[in-house]
């Protein structure tokens, strides 16, 4: 059988209601961006779950590797100082 | 969950300890109950049986909406036939969260199909029984979805990522499923008497088939232990199938309907009831493609897909058209 090409995966983001900003839900196949839309709209809001769609093409995401995780991400766990509990403030002070 | 797989391997610290270093590092983030996402590094057995175990699962929520789009167009109400189609309409996007889900772990859409058609892949036994009368939509959503739901709730926690959250919206959006279909027999078992034996009959017809949906009986299933340790599975089969009867049977109850087993008892001891298995004759049957319906349902999927070709193609053709144009006037 020839090699039949498929369409191109996309990843879909969507903004809810009240969400703060778009999150990922899932990803679909279209042949471009416009029909890409179009599914995710039937196949990710068919509940009122979205107010905005994004698309990418999976292709087109760069991501962080899950082995580099010590190196990522361990700098951030010992300044704790960036935390706003590390500082002691007296209950006098009041609201802070 | 761990320690169901030691009855199979022996012992609990030994098996760990046996592992190779990459393998036992896997199992104790699996068993620290932290999911695996689609990079990490995984076993290799562990893809394989997500494969097919999602794609299984993917499949027959496709090939599940061909019994249901069986009645859209007789469905005796507009409102029943809103009711069916937004149901049928969200288990084509079930499917498709799944389909995604699979291909994370590097299987393309294209082959899970292929290996649907050509038979290497299966579907739930249960969408190859026929659904002969309007009764059968209220007995289907009632038993079948009812123990679909069974099935994924404890799979929300499964370990593999993107499976479990696939997980989460299906079990979000299959309560209705349920609930339309109870609704169905609700009205037909309070309506006239040939109404009420038409839900009698759907509920005979569905009965075990709907039980066999759980899978084999423990003693028979083989690759229970492995599974469970990864948590891919989460209950066992007896498990699963017990707290359906112990659901629905009240259920069934209040319809004023009798569960055609003659061997159905609450057993106050077990707190839970007594019931007979399905036929498992019946069930290796059905699943090895000679179910009343097999040929019908795979031959339908197959002519969707082939007569789709060109559409397929068409849009393809069309997104690069345009695609090129635009580089042209750039």
Redesign the interface.
């Known amino acids: 059988m020839a090699e039949k090409k498929e369409w191109p995966l996309w990843e879909v983001f969507i903004r809810g209601q009240h969400g703060m900003s778009h999150r990922h839900v899932g990803s679909l196949h279209a042949p471009d961006a416009e029909r890409a839309i179009k599914n995710a709209r039937d196949v990710y809001t068919r509940r009122n779950e979205g107010v905005s769609i994004w698309v990418v093409e999976a292709g087109n995401i760069a991501a962080s590797s899950p082995s580099n995780k010590g190196p990522m991400y361990d700098p951030a766990r010992d300044k704790v100082y960036r935390h706003p509990t590390f500082y002691d403030i007296p209950d006098e002070v009041g609201k802070m | 969950m761990y320690a169901q797989m030691v009855k199979s391997t022996g012992k609990n610290v030994q098996a760990l300890e046996d592992m190779p270093p990459e393998e036992r590092a896997f199992q104790e983030r699996i068993d620290r109950g932290e999911k695996i996402?689609p990079?990490?590094?995984m076993p290799d057995a562990y893809r394989k049986n997500l494969i097919r175990q999602i794609g299984q699962h993917a499949h027959s929520e496709i090939v599940g909406q061909l019994p249901e789009g069986n009645w859209i167009t007789r469905a005796p109400t507009l409102e029943r036939k809103a009711n069916l189609l937004?149901k049928v309409?969200?288990e084509a996007?079930h499917g498709?969260?799944l389909y995604?889900a699979a291909?994370t772990l590097g299987v393309?859409?294209?082959e899970l199909f292929e290996m649907l058609h050509t038979g290497k892949m299966k579907y739930s036994s249960i969408f190859n029984y026929p659904t002969l009368t309007w009764a059968d939509m209220g007995a289907v959503g009632w038993l079948v979805d009812g123990a679909a739901i069974m099935n994924q709730v404890p799979l929300q926690r499964t370990s593999y990522g993107p499976y479990a959250?696939?997980m989460v919206?299906i079990c979000k959006?299959e309560s209705f499923h349920q609930r339309q279909g109870y609704h169905i027999m609700m009205t037909m078992a309070n309506g006239s008497s040939e109404q009420k034996r038409m839900a009698q009959d759907a509920l005979n017809r569905f009965w075990y088939p709907s039980l066999m949906m759980f899978g084999p009986s423990d003693k028979d299933s083989v690759h229970s232990a492995q599974s469970m340790a990864w948590k891919i599975k989460m209950n066992t089969n007896d498990e699963l199938r017990q707290k359906f009867v112990d659901e629905t049977v009240p259920q069934a109850e209040y319809l004023g309907l009798t569960v055609p087993d003659e061997n159905l008892k609450w057993n106050e001891e077990r707190g839970a009831y007594d019931f007979s298995e399905p036929d498992w004759e019946e069930f290796y049957n059905v699943v090895s493609g000679n179910g009343p319906c097999n040929v019908e349902r795979l031959e339908a999927r197959k002519k969707a897909w082939s007569d789709g070709e060109w559409v397929?193609e068409a849009?393809?053709a069309?997104?690069e058209k345009?695609?090129m144009r635009k580089e042209a006037a750039e």
């Open positions: 996402e990079k990490d590094w937004a309409q969200d996007g498709l969260y995604c291909e393309s859409r294209d959250r696939a919206r959006e397929r849009m393809l069309h997104a345009k695609a």
